[in-house]
C-alpha cells in the first residue's frame, strides 16, 4: 500500500451518507491516517441527507426515564421477523450484530450530540418501538442534513481528509498475488479512470432507487411502486465480484407514507410523510375511517394499505390519508410548516371534514384520553390533543394523501462484527472474511431480517461505520 503525505497512511471510504462518513470519522482517530473518501455524486450526503424522522439511541440522557429503556434489542428481533425468530442455524450471528447496533446507540447518539454538535433533543415513538427512542432537534433543519452537515463541516476542519466528488467508483483492485485481498479501488472522474491503494471501506447505500435493475431483480412485484430513494443504480456486484456473500435481498422495506402531491399524482418519487408525524399523534384514514394501528411495524402498516382496494389512477397507488390534530401538528411543527409550504399538507378546520372523519375523531379522542381502548391496540397516542366534542369544530388540523413506498433495502452484504466483508454465509460454521474490505450501512444485509425499525437506518451507519473506519485504519497501521 502507498503511503499518503508525509508516510502517513491511506484509507479509502466509497459513499459519503451517514455511513461513509463516520467510517472516515472514526479512520482519522488515528493521527497517522489519512482519509479520501470518493462520492459519486456532485454532492455529500447519499440519502442520509434526506433522514427527516431521527436516530434511534437507547438508554440516552435525551429520553425520559431512559434507565426504563432496556427493549431495544428485544424490539428489534420482534421486527426483524422469522428471519431470526424461526432459530434458523445464522440467528446468532444476526444477535450478535443487533446487539451491537442496539448497545452502542446511546453512544452513537451522544457522539453526534457531543462531538459533532448536533441537536438531538427531542425524541419521538415510531413504529413498532414500545417506547419514544428517536432522536431528532427542535430546530427546522431535519435530522439527516443536520448530522450530515455539521459531519461533513468537522471532517473538514481536519488536513487528513480529502472528500473527492464526482468520483464513481469502478472496481475493487486485489492483490496479483493473492486475488483474494483488496488492495485498493479504481474510480472514474472527468471521464477518466484513476487508481488508489489503501484498505476500502464501502458504504455505497441501498437499491430501493434502482427499480430496473437490482429491485426488478431481487423484488419485481414491489419495481413498479413509487419510491422515496431517488432512481440510482445499487453496487453490490462490485463486492459481490470480489467473493462478498449477499443475504436477505428479497428483504425490502415498504414504507407506508409517501406523499402524493396534488400537483404531480403520479410521479414515481415521493417526499416522506415521515414516521413521526404519525408518532407525534397523527392517524391514517381510508374513506374517513381508520384501519390500523398506526404505530404498528411498517410492514403490517403498509400490507394492510396493500390490502385495501388500489386507486383508479394510472400508478400503483392508494388513497389513504394522514391526518394531524392541533397537538400533532405543534408537536411536528417545522415539518409540517414543509410539508404545507411544498403543497403535500393542507390546514382543515374540524367542521370542514366530512362526515365520516369527524365520527372517527370523535372515537379516537376518546381512546387517546384514556376512556375507551382504541380499536386497533395503539396505546401511545403522541401529542392528541382534540377532545372529540364540539369545542372541536374551530380548530385546525393537517391533512395529506399518502401511498406505500420503497423505501429501504433490509438485504446486502454479510457482515460480521469487525464490519468485514465476509465470503462466509451467515450459516457457514466457519467464517471468512475478504482482507482489505470492510462495509457498513444500507449496502450492508442481516441486522434488520424482514423489517427495519424506524430510527435504525442512521443509527446502523454510526455504529458499523465506526467499527469500519476503525478496523480499516487500524489495519492501514500494521501494514
Ligand atoms: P447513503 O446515505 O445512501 O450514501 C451512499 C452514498 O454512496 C451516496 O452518496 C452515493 O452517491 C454514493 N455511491 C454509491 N455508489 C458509489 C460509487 N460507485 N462510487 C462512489 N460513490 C458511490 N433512516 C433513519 O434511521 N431515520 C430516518 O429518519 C430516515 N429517514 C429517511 C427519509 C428518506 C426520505 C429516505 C430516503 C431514507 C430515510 N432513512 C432514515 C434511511 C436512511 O436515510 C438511509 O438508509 C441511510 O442514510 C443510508 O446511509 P448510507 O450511508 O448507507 O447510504
Ligand atoms: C421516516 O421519517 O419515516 C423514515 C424513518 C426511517 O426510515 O427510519
Known amino acids: 500500500m502507498a503511503p499518503s503525505a508525509q508516510g502517513r497512511q491511506t484509507v479509502i471510504v466509497i459513499g459519503s451518507g451517514l455511513a461513509g462518513l463516520s467510517a472516515a470519522s472514526a ?21 442520509s441527507i434526506k433522514a427527516s424522522s431521527g436516530i434511534n439511541g437507547a438508554p440516552t440522557r435525551f429520553q425520559q426515564q431512559s434507565s426504563r429503556d432496556l427493549a431495544f434489542f428485544s424490539d428489534t428481533v420482534r421486527s426483524a421477523g422469522g428471519r431470526i425468530s424461526q432459530g434458523e442455524p445464522n440467528s446468532a450471528r444476526r444477535k450478535r450484530l443487533i446487539s451491537l447496533l442496539t448497545e452502542r446507540s ?12 448536533v441537536d438531538l433533543t427531542v425524541v419521538a415513538q415510531l413504529g413498532g418501538h414500545t417506547v419514544p427512542r428517536t432522536h431528532r432537534g427542535a430546530g427546522k433543519t431535519p435530522p439527516g442534513a443536520d448530522i450530515v452537515s455539521k459531519l461533513v463541516a468537522v471532517l473538514q476542519k481536519n488536513n487528513r481528509f480529502h472528500l473527492k466528488t464526482g468520483c464513481e467508483v469502478t472496481k475493487l483492485l486485489t492483490r496479483t498475488s ?72 428479497d428483504s425490502v422495506q415498504v414504507h407506508p407514507t409517501g406523499f402524493v402531491d396534488p400537483l404531480a399524482p403520479n410521479s414515481h418519487v415521493k417526499f416522506l410523510a415521515a414516521e ?14 381508520r384501519f390500523v394501528n398506526e404505530l404498528g411495524t411498517r410492514e403490517h402498516v403498509s400490507s394492510t394499505i396493500m390490502g385495501l382496494e388500489p386507486s383508479s389512477g394510472p400508478s400503483r397507488q392508494w388513497d389513504v390519508q394522514v391526518l394531524l390534530d392541533p ?18 399538507l393542507s390546514r382543515m378546520k374540524v367542521s370542514e371534514l366530512d362526515e365520516a372523519t369527524r365520527e372517527t375523531i370523535r372515537e379516537y379522542s376518546q381512546a387517546a384520553a384514556g376512556k375507551t381502548s382504541d380499536v386497533f391496540g395503539r396505546v401511545a397516542f403522541g401529542h392528541w390533543v382534540l377532545a372529540g366534542g364540539t369545542e372541536d369544530n374551530d380548530k385546525e ?58 430510527g435504525s437506518s442512521l443509527l446502523e451507519c454510526v455504529v458499523f461505520g465506526c467499527i469500519a473506519g476503525e478496523q480499516a485504519s487500524a489495519k492501514a497501521v500494521v501494514r
Open 106 to 117: 446511546a453512544a452513537a447518539v451522544h457522539f453526534l450530540a457531543d462531538d459533532i454538535g
Open 327 to 344: 397537538g400533532a401538528c405543534v408537536a411536528a411543527a417545522s415539518h409540517v410548516a414543509f410539508y404545507i409550504w411544498k403543497g403535500l
Open 27 to 47: 479512520a482519522l482517530r488515528s493521527s497517522i491516517t489519512d482519509v479520501v473518501l470518493l462520492e459519486r455524486a456532485a454532492k455529500p450526503g447519499g440519502n
Open 397 to 454: 388540523v393537517c391533512v395529506g394523501w399518502v401511498t406505500p413506498v420503497t423505501h429501504f433495502t433490509m438485504g446486502g452484504v454479510v457482515i460480521n462484527d469487525k464490519s468485514e466483508v465476509m465470503t462466509s454465509t451467515l450459516d457457514a460454521n466457519e467464517e471468512t472474511a475478504i482482507p482489505g474490505l470492510w462495509a457498513a450501512g444500507e449496502v450492508t444485509g442481516g441486522i434488520h431480517g424482514d423489517n427495519r425499525l424506524g
Open 178 to 249: 493473492d486475488t483474494t485481498t483488496v488492495v485498493g479501488v479504481e474510480y472514474r472522474f472527468d471521464n477518466q479512470l484513476f487508481s488508489i491503494a489503501g484498505p476500502v471501506v464501502f458504504a455505497t447505500g441501498g437499491f430501493a432507487g434502482d427499480g430496473d435493475g437490482m429491485l426488478a431483480r431481487y423484488r419485481p412485484d414491489l419495481a413498479s411502486l413509487p419510491s422515496t430513494n431517488e432512481p440510482r443504480p445499487g453496487m453490490h456486484g462490485l463486492l459481490t465480484s470480489a467473493g462478498a456473500q449477499v443475504v436477505d435481498m
Open 276 to 289: 413521526m408525524l404519525r408518532g407525534e399523534g397523527g392517524i391514517l384514514l381510508y374513506k374517513g375511517k
